[in-house]
């Protein structure tokens, strides 16, 4: 029912800087808790940063201090600001939305239901 789309995606060379953006729609009838998570080819999907149900985000110990998170609450729309990019940063990009009331682990890929269709970050060295 929810739907997600990312956008913003693209290359940049090693310490620069991309934003991301996450656009909800469709009927959303309880407080959803939003977060960004990436995957590599060959490896496992991981949490770059979820948010609560206090809109207080969490960062993974990898982007903590380069990433910054920020959720326009009327539109529904969630950003990723990505600075000081390194080309461990490469993979794809996913937005992810559950409903508060059912997120156990908020860094859990499986607690998630709706998931936009990915945009494609590639940086360089």
């Known amino acids: 029912q929810v739907k997600l789309v990312e956008s913003g995606g693209g290359s940049a060379q090693a310490g620069g800087s991309l934003r991301l953006s996450c656009a909800a729609s469709?009927?959303?009838?309880?407080?959803?808790?939003m977060g960004w998570f990436r995957q590599a080819p060959g490896k496992e999907r991981e949490g770059v940063v979820v948010?609560?149900?206090?809109?207080?985000?969490t960062y993974a110990d990898s982007v903590k201090g380069r990433f910054t998170v920020s959720q326009d609450n009327d539109k529904k729309i969630l950003y990723l600001q990505m600075n000081s990019l390194k080309p461990e940063d490469t993979a794809m990009y996913y937005c992810?939305?559950?409903?508060?009331?059912?997120?156990?682990?908020?860094?859990?890929?499986?607690?998630?239901?709706?998931w936009g269709q990915g945009t494609q970050v590639t940086v360089s060295s």
């Open positions: 992810a939305a559950e409903y508060c009331y059912r997120v156990g682990n908020r860094f859990g890929v499986r607690e998630y239901s709706a």
């Open positions: 469709g009927y959303i009838r309880r407080q959803l808790c």
């Open positions: 948010i609560d149900s206090s809109d207080e985000p």
